[in-house]
């Protein structure tokens, strides 16, 4: 494809349950980011990705929040337990190396009911 | 931890007029990026400029232009002859570079709101 994508672009949970979201990064792109924008707010960094491993996951919220890269391309970014308080959009975000451009997905939407 | 902060939550302004965005951040780093990027309703971040701290010259992109004052550790973006277009969310961010890992996340302000009307 020729931008990232992600998937599902809205998805609506009961509190409690447990969702994924999923991110295609724009292929050859070795480095992929994670952030969380709050109703009003700017985009909030959660994890960061160099090939598979976790360069940075210091913006992780709590243990309920968990993502993984095992082919070092498709991430997907895991939240057990759900509260209403991660309602948000989530961004992916991926770029040739860790100092180039960040491109970004369109989001996905999670409202926790 | 580095910030930033964009003071001014709404703008508007009449179709073909100049405005200016304001940014400033916080930081002890001395090798860093700044950007501006766009958020139309359709979510999708858009990269608008991009600035290296190293360098003196103020970047500029077509009808995009911004004044960076590193001493002031502020940096505006100013939009020449706006369009209809132009109306979005704008976020000043800031991106510190590590010279071994390479220059990582992303720490962006608040936003503010820009309309552009007919």
């Known amino acids: 494809g020729a931008g990232v994508s992600q998937t599902p672009s809205n998805k609506v949970t009961e509190k409690g349950k447990y969702v994924e979201l999923r991110c295609d990064p724009i292929?050859?792109?070795?480095?992929l980011y994670w952030y969380r924008q709050s109703l009003g707010q700017g985009p909030e960094f959660l994890i960061y990705f160099q090939g598979t491993g976790a360069a940075d996951d210091s913006g992780l919220p709590n243990d309920r929040f968990f993502a993984v890269r095992p082919e070092g391309s498709v991430s997907t970014l895991k939240i057990q337990r759900t509260e209403r308080g991660d309602s948000a959009v989530y961004l992916c975000?991926?770029?040739f190396g860790g100092g180039d451009e960040q491109f970004f997905g369109p989001g996905t939407r999670l409202t926790v009911l | 931890a580095q910030t930033v902060t964009q003071s001014q939550p709404e703008m508007s302004v009449q179709e073909a007029e100049t405005v200016t965005l304001s940014c400033t951040y916080d930081?002890?780093?001395?090798?860093?990026?700044l950007f501006w990027y766009k958020q139309p309703p359709s979510r999708q971040m858009i990269l608008v400029i991009r600035q290296e701290a190293y360098k003196q010259q103020n970047a500029t992109e077509n009808r995009f232009s911004v004044n960076f004052q590193k001493a002031a550790k502020s940096f505006s973006l100013k939009i020449s002859d706006s369009q209809l277009g132009d109306t979005a969310m704008y976020f000043c961010a800031f991106m510190p570079f590590l010279s071994i890992q390479g220059a990582q996340k992303l720490v962006f302000g608040q936003g503010t709101r820009l309309t552009i009307n007919p």
């Open positions: 975000a991926s770029s």
């Open positions: 930081t002890s780093e001395s090798n860093y990026y």
């Open positions: 292929s050859g792109h070795t480095a």
